[in-house]
């Protein structure tokens, strides 16, 4: 099993930047894709970008553009650049494998004001 842990989320303003970053705890991370998923209150957690092992990503409508995915499966580590961030981005965000997940993190909350 692999422990997630996210971070680096922060208040921003409309139009700013954040990095988040995500630790995994077990090699089997770097033969697994994953993703960056999102929960604002009052939502489902919806899947906003995958990368796969070899790094090919995909991203939803509403960040393509925006945001990028990447990894370093020597470390064991994902990132999600943010930029151009809007005030819709406003949720708690987690990492984990898409369709087959491990136990959930504790998530970091990025909160975008107007």
């Known amino acids: 099993q692999v422990q997630l842990v996210e971070s680096g989320g922060g208040l921003v303003q409309a139009g700013g930047s954040l990095r988040l970053s995500c630790t995994a705890s077990?090699?089997?991370?770097?033969?697994?894709?994953m993703g960056w998923y999102r929960q604002a209150p009052g939502k489902q957690r919806e899947l906003v970008a995958t990368i796969t092992s070899g790094g090919s990503t995909n991203y939803a409508d509403s960040v393509r553009g925006r945001f990028t995915i990447s990894r370093d499966n020597a470390n064991y580590m994902m990132y999600l650049q943010m930029n151009s961030l809007k005030p819709e981005d406003t949720a708690v965000y987690y990492c984990n494998r898409p369709g087959r997940w491990f136990d959930w993190g504790q998530g970091t909350q990025v909160t975008v004001s107007s």
């Open positions: 077990g090699s089997i991370f770097s033969i697994n894709p």
